[in-house]
T-cell receptor, first 114, second 113 residues
Framework: DSGVTQTPKHLITATGQRVTLRCSPRSGDLSVYWYQQSLDQGLQFLIQYYNGEERAKGNILERFSAQQFPDLHSELNLSSLELGDSALYFC?????????????FGQGTRLTVV | AQTVTQSQPEMSVQEAETVTLSCTYDTSENNYYLFWYKQPPSRQMILVIRQEAYKQQNATENRFSVNFQKAAKSFSLKISDSQLGDTAMYFCAFLLSGSRLTFGEGTQLTVNP
């Protein structure tokens, strides 16, 4: 168990709909990252938050948005869903431990758009 | 911006043998962190090993070890005594503190019986 919790694990929804994916980072981790992984593809970086503020943005569509709340959990909102949005969405969190850094992943949310 | 390159899309090895996966990266920073992640067919992302750039000593975790060459910006993963359960996609990753975690394209490793 990495300590990063993602819900739901699986999600099936129709085109045009909107969904929210949730991520609870490990206790004490300030950074949260979102990644999209389509079948047989690498990890596409979407967005990073650090202590509530957006820190970096990757290839995130305008239909997608995210935020990190004061308790440090994060949500990724996907709207106007298309078939091509079907993918595994990962959340990761990281921290500095003394002079070391470590990053762990949640189990992912498998989104299927039908 | 940092980039990570894994030049071997696929590799295979016989059970009990040793295999090395390559990774190079590009950065102008001096303090950073490097990781290897394993993604088995279950698609869970599992941290295999990590290396702090300020440490000259190569990290080792049981059968997994790295060859970290800071000047060459190279970070290869060596798997000794390969096991069938090592079959997975392996991703090399770069982390700058407070910044994004950047991944390579991945190397699909198959361990053959």
């Amino acid at each position: 168990d990495s300590g990063v919790t993602q819900t739901p694990k699986h999600l099936i929804t129709a085109t045009g709909q909107r969904v929210t994916l949730r991520c609870s980072p490990r206790s004490g981790d300030l950074s949260v990252y979102w990644y999209q992984q389509s079948l047989d593809q690498g990890l596409q970086f979407l967005i990073q938050y650090y202590n509530g503020e957006e820190r970096a943005k990757g290839n995130i569509l305008e239909r997608f948005s995210a935020q990190q709340f004061p308790d440090l959990h994060s949500e990724l909102n996907l709207s106007s869903l298309e078939l091509g949005d079907s993918a595994l969405y990962f959340c990761a969190s990281s921290r500095m431990v003394g002079d070391r850094s470590e990053a762990f992943f949640g189990q992912g949310t498998r989104l299927t758009v039908v | 911006a940092q980039t990570v390159t894994q030049s071997q899309p696929e590799m295979s090895v016989q059970e009990a043998e040793t295999v090395t996966l390559s990774c190079t990266y590009d950065t102008s920073e001096n303090n950073y962190y490097l990781f290897w992640y394993k993604q088995p067919p279950s698609r869970q992302m599992i941290l295999v090993i990590r290396q702090e750039a300020y440490k000259q000593q190569n990290a080792t975790e049981n059968r997994f070890s790295v060859n970290f060459q800071k000047a060459a910006k190279s970070f290869s993963l060596k798997i000794s005594d390969s096991q069938l359960g090592d079959t997975a996609m392996y991703f090399c990753a770069f982390l700058l503190s407070g910044s994004r975690l950047t991944f390579g394209e991945g190397t699909q490793l198959t361990v053959n019986p």
